[in-house]
């Protein structure tokens, strides 16, 4: 069983950053991977952003590369997703989810989620 608290979000201005980390706890929780969801009103949940357990490979949906970037401590039990050059369309409930295969750019393929957090980005 795996638990995952995320935290960081708010409200920016367009062209702002927001950092969010996610907190996954747990007996086995440093060997899963890690990925961003997003989810806007009305709208599907939409992959961002994934990386291993070790922190040594990443991938990132189309949308946000080069301005999402994702990172990991497990020594701390979190992962970060920087987010940069933030534009109104990234407005949505950002989820963070485990998985134990790598990259999963599926929903399906992920076991555990957090609760989410609210990103909005005013223009």
């Known amino acids: 069983q795996v638990q995952l608290v995320e935290s960081g979000g708010g409200l920016v201005q367009a062209g702002g950053s927001l950092r969010l980390s996610c907190a996954p706890s747990g007996r086995s929780a440093s060997l899963y991977a890690v990925g961003w969801f997003r989810q806007a009103p009305g709208k599907e949940r939409e992959f961002v952003a994934v990386?291993?357990?070790?922190?040594?490979?990443?991938a990132g949906g189309d949308s946000v590369k080069g301005r999402f970037n994702i990172s990991r401590d497990n020594a701390k039990n979190q992962v970060l997703l920087q987010m940069n050059s933030l534009k109104p369309e990234d407005t949505a409930v950002y989820y963070c989810?485990?998985?134990?295969?790598?990259?999963?750019?599926?929903?399906?393929?992920?076991?555990?989620w957090g609760q989410g957090t609210q990103v909005t980005v005013s223009s």
């Open positions: 990386i291993n357990w070790s922190g040594t490979s990443r």
């Open positions: 989810a485990a998985a134990r295969s790598f990259p999963v750019r599926v929903s399906e393929g992920y076991t555990y």
